[in-house]
């Protein structure tokens, strides 16, 4: 079975910037697709980035020019950098890890960026 477990949530004010992680194990391939997606309450499990194993990247339009997501192939982890973070960035992030026809989701971290 794969695991995936996030790390690096928090409270932050409006303006501030936090990294999340994301470590992917178990019977994982060489190469799979790795993304980053929030959910606020009352809404919708939204995409925030993805990130395959070739490097390809796409992110959420609300996010761009703030976030960044990466990869370390070699420690399976992925990190979401959020830079500028405004009051609606606020949700469970959570991430997974799309590894042939399954995908695998952690149980996500909290992030509110609030004054």
């Known amino acids: 079975q794969v695991q995936v477990v996030e790390s690096g949530g928090g409270l932050v004010q409006p303006g501030g910037s936090l990294r999340l992680s994301c470590a992917a194990s178990?019977?994982?391939?060489?190469?799979?697709?790795m993304g980053w997606f929030r959910q606020a309450p009352g809404k919708q499990r939204d995409l925030v980035a993805t990130i395959t194993g070739r490097g390809e990247i796409n992110y959420a339009d609300s996010v761009k020019g703030r976030f960044t997501i990466s990869r370390d192939n070699a420690k399976n982890t992925v990190y979401l950098q959020m830079n500028s973070l405004k009051p609606e960035d606020t949700a469970v992030y959570y991430c997974?890890?799309?590894?042939?026809?399954?995908?695998?989701w952690g149980q996500g971290t909290q992030v509110t960026a609030s004054s």
């Open positions: 178990g019977r994982l391939f060489s190469i799979y697709t």
């Open positions: 997974n890890a799309r590894v042939g026809v399954q995908t695998f």
